[in-house]
């Protein structure tokens, strides 16, 4: 590969707090940011090494000096300066930036079965999705309302005794208080365009 395509690869950009947030810069920006900054660097380069089953061995960030003196190993990207090859970044991490915005997850029924990972609150079992009701604490019969605190996964035989009487009617008590989700990164990244991506980034669906 020459070196205006590897120039062009692209580069996942974490926060500071090793949370993806960007994967449109490629490497001549990343070389850009390594190098820019009024005292220190915007941006670090991340020293990656994975195991061959891709779980991640050490992640090391690496001001642009400490870059230069990297070994560039078999299956690194790499660029000729005229007097050595410099490995490619393809992954960087902001020394500042710290925010990743994020979106609410929509409440339904499929993701208060997944918030509860498809156990019945009440008989404390797991099903498969198909054998699953979502059951609301408070039934609308007595003024319910759908709302993450107020709905849980329950089983069809557990649903169906409850009826549309209260909990505290035949002793039914949630395994768990529910309660609405973490929101999940607005950025969130799902394809992976390098292996060393692939530990930084947020497995949800």
């Given at each position: 590969?020459?070196?205006?395509?590897?120039?062009?690869?692209?580069?996942?950009?974490?926060?500071?707090?090793?949370?993806?947030?960007?994967?449109?810069?490629?490497?001549?920006?990343?070389?850009?940011?390594?190098?820019?900054?009024?005292?220190?660097?915007?941006?670090?380069?991340?020293?990656?090494?994975?195991?061959?089953?891709?779980?991640?061995?050490?992640?090391?960030?690496?001001?642009?000096?400490?870059?230069?003196?990297?070994a560039v190993r078999p299956g690194d990207d790499f660029i000729f300066t005229g007097r050595r090859?410099?490995?490619?970044?393809?992954?960087?991490?902001?020394?500042?930036?710290?925010?990743?915005?994020?979106?609410?997850?929509?409440?339904?029924?499929?993701?208060?079965?997944?918030?509860?990972?498809?156990?019945?609150?009440?008989?404390?079992?797991?099903?498969?999705?198909?054998?699953?009701?979502?059951?609301?604490?408070?039934?609308?019969?007595?003024?319910?309302?759908?709302?993450?605190?107020?709905?849980?996964?329950?089983?069809?035989?557990?649903?169906?005794?409850?009826?549309?009487?209260?909990?505290?009617?035949?002793?039914?008590?949630?395994?768990?208080?529910?309660?609405?989700?973490?929101p999940l990164p607005e950025t969130f990244i799902s394809n992976a365009k390098h292996p060393s991506?692939?530990?930084?980034?947020?497995?949800?669906?």
């Amino acid at each position: 590969m020459n070196i205006k395509n590897v120039l062009g690869l692209p580069v996942l950009s974490l926060n500071k707090n090793w949370q993806a947030y960007d994967d449109r810069k490629n490497v001549r920006r990343a070389f850009e940011d390594m190098t820019s900054g009024i005292d220190l660097p915007a941006f670090y380069g991340m020293d990656i090494e994975l195991h061959p089953d891709g779980t991640l061995i050490y992640a090391n960030p690496c001001d642009m000096d400490d870059w230069e003196q990297l070994a560039v190993r078999p299956g690194d990207d790499f660029i000729f300066t005229g007097r050595r090859n410099i490995r490619a970044p393809r992954v960087i991490i902001s020394r500042n930036y710290d925010k990743t915005s994020v979106k609410p997850i929509k409440l339904t029924y499929s993701a208060i079965k997944k918030r509860d990972k498809q156990q019945c609150q009440y008989c404390r079992q797991f099903f498969p999705l198909e054998e699953l009701n979502v059951d609301h604490v408070t039934p609308r019969h007595h003024g319910g309302v759908d709302s993450w605190d107020n709905l849980v996964c329950s089983c069809i035989p557990c649903n169906s005794k409850k009826g549309h009487k209260l909990n505290e009617e035949i002793g039914y008590v949630p395994l768990n208080s529910p309660k609405q989700p973490l929101p999940l990164p607005e950025t969130f990244i799902s394809n992976a365009k390098h292996p060393s991506w692939i530990p930084f980034m947020v497995a949800a669906k």
